[in-house]
């Protein structure tokens, strides 16, 4: 059974950076993609960042700039680097995988920016 574990997460002051990463078992083969997506208290879960099997990434606008995915390899770890972080960023963020047609969600880790 494929199961992705988060860890990495935490309260930050603004300003500050996370490093959140993402581990994945149960399975030999290599996933489509990877990612994080994230849902703010009283909203939907929203994208952050997607890299995919073939290296290419894509980052939510609000991100930009800010936040860098990464992973070892297609079968993960993936992280997030998450720099210059804002208040509008807390949320609980979780880890997100594709693989033969299936999607796979980590248990979430909470992300509090607050001084």
């Known amino acids: 059974q494929v199961q992705l574990v988060e860890s990495g997460g935490g309260l930050v002051q603004p300003g500050g950076s996370l490093r959140l990463s993402c581990t994945a078992s149960?399975?030999?083969?290599?996933?489509?993609?990877m990612g994080w997506y994230r849902q703010p208290p009283g909203k939907e879960r929203e994208l952050v960042a997607v890299?995919?099997?073939?290296?290419?990434?894509n980052y939510a606008d609000s991100v930009k700039g800010r936040v860098t995915i990464s992973r070892d390899n297609a079968k993960g770890p993936v992280y997030l680097q998450m720099n210059s972080l804002k208040p509008e960023d807390t949320a609980v963020y979780y880890c997100?995988?594709?693989?033969?047609?299936?999607?796979?969600w980590g248990q979430g880790t909470q992300v509090t920016v607050s001084s």
């Open positions: 890299v995919t099997r073939g290296g290419s990434t």
């Open positions: 997100w995988g594709s693989l033969r047609g299936n999607n796979y």
């Open positions: 149960g399975s030999t083969f290599s996933f489509n993609a």
